[in-house]
């Protein structure tokens, strides 16, 4: 099993990442960048957050015009699982790979504090292995973590099971109150039709090695160990 670990520029995350799989999980890792095309003897493709493409004339056209973009089409295509977390969930919607569109944050600052998520289902890589009423404290590091998508888009992902996690208190109470980004519909991560194609905003990733045991984090990556 080779998990692959996506990198643009200005990401990161990608260390914290690392660790989780290899010391935690004992997974073999594999760096591609951007510029790459090959994708052969890679089971689980994950983009990390950070901030793809900084720096560029317009960040979207890097994205979009990086060679890797077709590989990724077709790893989907074929089934593979392909996880975008904090800004990497936007590479996702940059590329049309998951519905919708991250957007700057409500109150238009960069949000970077503990946040509680809850699964809207349990059959996904992400989610089989949790609990539909419990909450899960995961932190949030964005500035673009603002889920947007229209009324029909949003009508159809309510029919095919794809909004995967909400913003909730840590009691599990979904309101607009703890909406955190002001995301639509406290929408905190999505999938696509065929559910191999993941995006949440909250790092699950920092929530692993804490406070010298382990932290919520653990369960969604348990979730996925056990999916795949």
């Given at each position: 099993m080779t998990?692959?670990?996506l990198?643009f520029?200005?990401a990161?995350?990608?260390?914290?990442?690392?660790r989780v799989l290899?010391?935690?999980?004992?997974?073999?890792v594999?760096t591609?960048?951007?510029?790459?095309?090959?994708?052969d003897?890679?089971?689980?493709?994950i983009?990390?957050?950070?901030?793809?493409?900084?720096?560029?004339?317009?960040?979207?056209?890097?994205?979009?015009?990086?060679?890797?973009?077709?590989?990724?089409?077709?790893?989907?295509?074929?089934g593979?699982?392909?996880?975008?977390i904090?800004?990497?969930?936007?590479?996702?919607?940059?590329t049309g790979?998951v519905?919708?569109?991250?957007?700057m944050?409500r109150n238009?600052?960069?949000?970077?504090?503990?946040?509680f998520?809850?699964?809207?289902?349990?059959?996904?890589?992400?989610?089989?292995?949790l609990?539909?009423?419990?909450?899960?404290?995961?932190?949030?590091?964005?500035?673009?973590?603002r889920?947007?998508?229209?009324?029909?888009?949003?009508v159809?992902m309510?029919?095919?099971e794809q909004?995967?996690f909400?913003?909730?208190?840590?009691?599990?109470?979904?309101?607009?109150e703890?909406?955190?980004?002001?995301?639509v519909?406290?929408i905190?991560g999505v999938?696509?039709?065929k559910k191999?194609?993941?995006g949440?905003?909250?790092?699950?990733e920092?929530?692993v090695?804490?406070?010298?045991?382990?932290?919520?984090?653990?369960a969604?990556?348990?979730?996925?160990?056990?999916?795949?």
């Amino acid at each position: 099993m080779t998990i692959g670990i996506l990198i643009f520029p200005g990401a990161h995350g990608d260390k914290e990442l690392t660790r989780v799989l290899e010391e935690k999980y004992r997974k073999s890792v594999k760096t591609v960048w951007n510029r790459e095309t090959d994708l052969d003897g890679i089971d689980v493709l994950i983009i990390p957050g950070g901030f793809p493409c900084k720096g560029s004339s317009s960040s979207s056209k890097c994205i979009r015009e990086s060679p890797v973009i077709d590989s990724l089409y077709e790893f989907a295509e074929r089934g593979r699982i392909l996880i975008g977390i904090g800004n990497g969930f936007r590479v996702l919607c940059e590329t049309g790979l998951v519905p919708g569109a991250l957007r700057m944050n409500r109150n238009q600052r960069f949000i970077c504090r503990n946040t509680f998520i809850k699964p809207d289902n349990d059959y996904n890589a992400l989610t089989n292995k949790l609990s539909n009423d419990k909450a899960y404290r995961i932190p949030i590091a964005t500035g673009y973590g603002r889920y947007a998508a229209r009324e029909e888009t949003l009508v159809q992902m309510r029919l095919n099971e794809q909004i995967l996690f909400r913003y909730c208190d840590e009691h599990g109470r979904i309101s607009e109150e703890i909406n955190i980004t002001g995301a639509v519909d406290n929408i905190a991560g999505v999938s696509n039709e065929k559910k191999n194609v993941i995006g949440i905003i909250p790092q699950p990733e920092r929530a692993v090695f804490t406070y010298g045991g382990n932290g919520d984090g653990t369960a969604i990556f348990d979730s996925l160990m056990d999916f795949i």
